[in-house]
């Protein structure tokens, strides 16, 4: 069975930093591009990062240039998200993804897999 993990998510006053990690298991994501999504209440489903499966192309939302910065160790079927100058805006629940596609394709539809998320509140 194909399990994406996320852990790391919390609460963390604005400007602060928090690191998100997705272990991946029941098959090796050599071959998959990995990432996050996020969802805000109320709000859509939205592309946050994503990194190509050798690691050598990244892609990020524009509202997280420059702060949110993605990576993979594939030894470990790991990706991480380490997130910093933490806004209120990036308060959601941000889950983990994993497909064949391009990272430049990637949308909140059609993923292959996902996993349950986890919960990062940034207060003001």
């Not at 298991?25 to 592309?47: I, L, Y």
């Not at 497909?99 to 986890?118: A, E, F, L």
């Amino acid at each position: 069975q194909v399990q994406l993990v996320e852990s790391g998510g919390g609460l963390v006053q604005a400007g602060g930093s928090l690191r998100l990690s997705c272990a991946a298991s029941g098959r090796t994501f050599s071959s998959h591009a990995m990432g996050w999504f996020r969802q805000a209440p109320g709000k859509e489903r939205e592309f946050v990062a994503a990194i190509s499966w050798s690691g050598s192309i990244t892609r990020y939302a524009d509202s997280v240039k420059g702060r949110f910065t993605i990576s993979r160790d594939n030894a470990k079927n790991t990706v991480s998200l380490q997130m910093n100058s933490l806004k209120p805006e990036d308060t959601a629940v941000y889950y983990c993804a994993a497909d064949r596609s391009s990272v430049w394709s990637w949308t909140p539809n059609g993923m292959d897999y996902w996993g349950k998320g986890t919960l990062v509140t940034v207060s003001s």
